[in-house]
């Protein structure tokens, strides 16, 4: 799999469109108190500290306070050193969050625990998302997979046989967002700008660290025209290979990846037998 930044496109000015969103946001809350000193690049609190956890859970940065934790101001500072946010400790609370989207700017945030304009202890943690391409699959191949939920109950066979399903995996620490799913090369429609997202009646799909999740296509790659570019069944045989390529949002870059394909046993795709493995 590689990994290229990707040229200026609507996809930046849909990241730059959310980035404002999330700077009107972080706007709205209380941006009073000290933001604290430099951070001790720990990133996991220690058993006496008051911040007892600070963890990302699907979009939001949750910190867990110590029972006896004499705070009452959690500040959330990014990665350019600016306030992200403020929460107020209500007494006795144990818990506060916040909730960064798939908008954020990845890097190392600091989470600063106060009293009064005085800093009582602060930690860090590491919030950067790693999208990856783990597998793809054909209908005729993959039966199982929520087809009818995904595309209606008793989709016809064309269109499951047209689309496919893409397996991405979160390894990272922070949540993304895929905004595009293109198709490129040896199918038999390829697609360098698709309608939309090219993912199935959605804009974007957002991908938690440490979550799985499947994304079904929505621009034909594997449709029986086949385009001028395309490549199809053959009783003979055809073999060549495709590139999966996303877009995504907090990484802002594109993540690729390509498989062989073979197309034998028939001249029309419906009855062709494709076998897609790794390159």
Known sequence: MTRNNPIISRRNVLRTAAGA?????????????????????????????PLQRVAVEETTLVVELSPDADVDQINLIQPNGELFGTRDVAAGAQQVSFEIGTAYEPGEYRVVALKGEETVTESTADIVPEIQIQDVGLYRN???????????????DSKKNGEAFVTVRN??????????????????????DPRGSGIYEKESVAVSADETVDLFSDSFPFGSEIGDEGMGCSTDGNSGQFTIILETRVADQ???????IEYTGADEMQNCEITISDA
Do not use: H, I
């Open 142 to 156: 993959n039966p199982d997979k929520p087809w009818d939920e995904v595309y209606g109950e008793n989709p016809t």
């Open 21 to 49: 969103a999330l700077v009107s946001v972080a706007g709205c809350l209380n941006t009073d108190g000290d933001s604290g000193t430099p951070g001790d690049g720990t990133g996991s609190p220690d058993s006496q500290s």
């Open 254 to 260: 594109q993540v690729t990846k390509t498989y062989n």
């Open 171 to 192: 390894s990272g620490s922070g949540p993304d967002a895929v905004v595009e799913m293109r198709f490129t090369g040896d199918v038999p429609n390829p697609v360098e």
